[in-house]
């Protein structure tokens, strides 16, 4: 492994913290691989490479915020890590929570192409709000 590599596996390693959802046992054996690694190529601490979208902490939303948007329109959301998607219709919508940004994509005959890119989580309600389908409720007002 180079050097370039070990830095940048290491500042990855970083970032596995409980606020981002880490389990406390993963989050030690992040560490202590970070650790290692480290200390096996000297690493010293102030080279190793931070993630340059990283958010802001008091605006970035976690995936929780955008399932809960989903939920209010009965649609089901899927997510790993930092990324999520669902389906409205016959348009795909992938999530990217660390950038608060969603893509619109819809089929194409080479595939999906891009046909929307916002950020943020009102947007997102905004959009489903015109394109999810309606809710109807059977009980009586």
């Not at 992040?30 to 990283?54: G, V, Y």
């Not at 605006?59 to 389906?87: D, K, P």
């Given at each position: 492994m180079n050097r370039e590599a070990a830095l940048r596996k290491a500042g990855l390693l970083r970032r596995v913290v409980s606020e981002r959802g880490?389990?406390?046992?993963?989050?030690?054996?992040a560490t202590r691989l970070a650790q290692k690694l480290a200390d096996d190529?000297?690493?010293p601490e102030d080279e190793i490479i931070r993630r340059s979208h990283e958010p802001n902490p008091n605006t970035r939303r976690s995936w929780v915020y955008w399932?809960?948007?989903?939920?209010?329109f009965g649609i089901g959301m899927n997510h790993f890590g930092s990324h999520g998607n669902l389906r409205v219709g016959d348009a795909l919508i992938v999530i990217d929570f660390d950038r608060s940004q969603w893509t619109v994509k819809k089929p194409?005959?080479?595939g999906y192409r891009e046909v929307l890119c916002k950020t943020g989580l009102d947007s997102f309600r905004d959009f489903l709000r015109q394109h999810?389908?309606?809710r109807y409720s059977l009980g009586y007002a």
């Amino acid at each position: 492994m180079n050097r370039e590599a070990a830095l940048r596996k290491a500042g990855l390693l970083r970032r596995v913290v409980s606020e981002r959802g880490a389990t406390p046992a993963e989050f030690e054996t992040a560490t202590r691989l970070a650790q290692k690694l480290a200390d096996d190529l000297a690493l010293p601490e102030d080279e190793i490479i931070r993630r340059s979208h990283e958010p802001n902490p008091n605006t970035r939303r976690s995936w929780v915020y955008w399932e809960q948007a989903t939920s209010e329109f009965g649609i089901g959301m899927n997510h790993f890590g930092s990324h999520g998607n669902l389906r409205v219709g016959d348009a795909l919508i992938v999530i990217d929570f660390d950038r608060s940004q969603w893509t619109v994509k819809k089929p194409s005959p080479m595939g999906y192409r891009e046909v929307l890119c916002k950020t943020g989580l009102d947007s997102f309600r905004d959009f489903l709000r015109q394109h999810a389908p309606r809710r109807y409720s059977l009980g009586y007002a």
